[in-house]
């Protein structure tokens, strides 16, 4: 009995094939391979999946999360927790590096 495997496993060709086959679905020739798996899911009827999108963060946002982190961090280099400060420092660290790629994906090119 041969397994059937999931359609994301199939190759571009393998997918027009099986939506030839079907029939009802127009323009496969030109669809992607994600165009492709969704509209044979529609066509059998298979339920989506819901893709979860990561919320969007702006430069403000992340800047302000750092200015708190940075409060958090002088507290606790008060009380002596040196290695929880260090913790923070990390994390101030990398949304800086985060803040810099979103400038430079938002400031156009050039100058």
């Known amino acids: 009995m041969e397994e059937k ?13 099986m939506a030839l ?3 009802g679905i127009s323009g496969v020739s030109a669809m992607k391979k994600e165009e492709l798996i ?3 899911k529609e066509a059998k009827g298979v339920p989506l999946k819901a893709v979860r999108e990561k919320p ?7 800047k302000k999360k750092c200015r708190e982190l940075r409060v958090k961090r002088d507290e606790l ?4 927790d ?9 994390k ?4 800086k590096k985060k803040t810099r790629r979103l400038a430079r994906k938002v400031a156009p090119p050039g100058k």
């Open 5 to 17: 495997k999931p359609l994301e496993k199939h190759t571009v060709k393998e997918l027009r094939e």
């Open 21 to 23: 086959a079907m029939g």
């Open 38 to 40: 969704k509209a044979i």
């Open 56 to 62: 969007v963060e702006s430069v403000v946002t992340l």
């Open 77 to 80: 280099k008060a009380k002596g």
């Open 82 to 90: 040196r290695l929880q400060a260090l913790y923070i420092k990390r």
């Open 92 to 95: 101030i660290s990398k949304l």
